[in-house]
């Protein structure tokens, strides 16, 4: 899967004719816009949010649990228990 990163995102809150309020998210300079219920964009953040915290946990665990890092400095220590 190729990746793109994107220089503008955007969010707002567009109130619809019917008087219902939409999260409008523009991505890209394209004018490429997705408009979401609120729920769909509750939704929509809360599955970011889970997958960035996948993300982050299996960037972490590739340093390894018994690593220990400082700046300029890679050396292993022992796990202690108590």
Same mark, same amino acid.
């Given at each position: 899967?190729? @990746?793109?990163?994107? #220089? &503008?995102? #955007?969010? =707002? +809150?567009? /109130? $619809? +004719?019917d $008087? !219902?309020?939409?999260? /409008?998210? =523009?991505?890209?300079?394209?004018g490429s816009?997705?408009?979401l219920?609120?729920?769909? !964009?509750?939704? @929509? /953040?809360? #599955?970011l949010?889970?997958? +960035? &915290?996948? /993300? #982050?946990?299996?960037a972490? *665990?590739?340093?390894?649990n &018994?690593?220990?890092?400082r700046p300029?400095? *890679?050396?292993?220590? @022992? !796990?202690? !228990? =108590?």
């Amino acid at each position: 899967m190729a @990746l793109t990163q994107f #220089e &503008n995102v #955007e969010v =707002s +809150v567009l /109130a $619809g +004719v019917d $008087g !219902a309020e939409r999260i /409008a998210l =523009s991505i890209g300079d394209q004018g490429s816009t997705m408009k979401l219920t609120p729920a769909q !964009a509750r939704l @929509l /953040a809360t #599955e970011l949010i889970a997958a +960035v &915290n996948r /993300a #982050e946990v299996k960037a972490s *665990l590739k340093v390894g649990n &018994n690593m220990w890092r400082r700046p300029n400095e *890679l050396s292993t220590r @022992l !796990a202690s !228990a =108590s």
